[in-house]
């Protein structure tokens, strides 16, 4: 059975600070890894992918995210948070031809 | 371009009333979802389309139903509202079979049954 678990329901970080908001997964096959943004009252948005390839992956708004295969995790990062990266983050992972498992979400704050 | 448009944005529903939550798509993608939210349970697939006539459930169909007369438009149908349907309902399409390049979603229907 697919799952993907999100450890932490809400993440602090101080604005200009990096930032880490964690993801692991569990499949039974070569999964298929996404990150989604949430802003308040909006449906998600695509942030990234890994399909296969390099394991360090851009996405959107400076954001990336780091496969690591031993670990079953694909955490998100970026170097130096702003303000307006304050939203829901999903984390969502699924098997080629199945459908899309999403994590319970993390609230990322950035304070001022 | 609008790309997934969901109407209403906002809705209060009696128990025992019935509703249908609008989904359109501009993309002639082939796969729709309906999904849940619900605070501290991440989203929930209700049902999905792969394509115009052939629907399929997904975690928690009961109490809804959809319909896929055409390429576009994939209606979710609350027939008898109770207070457990109260969420956040999200309609996302994608081009390819499970969205190899991810989804696209509406900005969501947040409904409310008293």
């Known amino acids: 059975a697919q799952s993907v678990a999100q450890p932490e329901d809400q993440v602090n970080v101080a604005e200009g600070n990096p930032l880490t908001v964690k993801c692991t997964y569990s499949?039974?096959?070569?999964?298929?890894l996404f990150w989604y943004v949430q802003y308040p009252n909006r449906g998600l948005q695509f942030l990234l992918k890994?399909?296969?390839?390099?394991?360090l992956v851009k996405g959107s708004y400076g954001f990336e995210a780091e496969f690591n295969k031993s670990q079953t995790s694909f955490h998100l990062k970026k170097p130096s948070a702003l303000v307006s990266d304050s939203a829901l983050y999903f984390c969502?992972?699924?098997?080629?031809?199945?459908?899309?498992?999403f994590g319970t979400g993390t609230s990322l704050t950035v304070i001022p | 371009n609008a790309g997934v448009t969901q109407t209403p944005k906002f809705r209060i529903l009696k128990i025992g009333q019935s509703m249908t939550l609008q989904c359109t798509q501009d993309m002639n993608h082939n796969y729709m979802y309906w999904y849940r939210q619900d605070p501290g349970m991440g989203l929930k697939l209700i049902y999905y389309s792969v394509g115009a006539g052939i629907t399929d459930k997904g975690e928690v169909p009961n109490g809804y139903n959809v319909s896929r007369s055409t390429t576009e438009d994939f209606p979710l149908r609350l027939e008898l509202a109770a207070p457990s349907q109260t969420s956040v309902y999200f309609c996302?399409?994608?081009?390819?079979?499970?969205?190899?390049?991810?989804?696209?979603f509406g900005s969501g229907t947040r409904l409310t049954v008293v």
């Open positions: 969502a992972v699924r098997e080629p031809g199945n459908q899309f498992y």
């Open positions: 890994y399909i296969t390839g390099d394991n």
């Open positions: 499949v039974s096959g070569n999964p298929y």
């Open positions: 996302a399409s994608s081009g390819l079979r499970g969205g190899d390049y991810g989804y696209t």
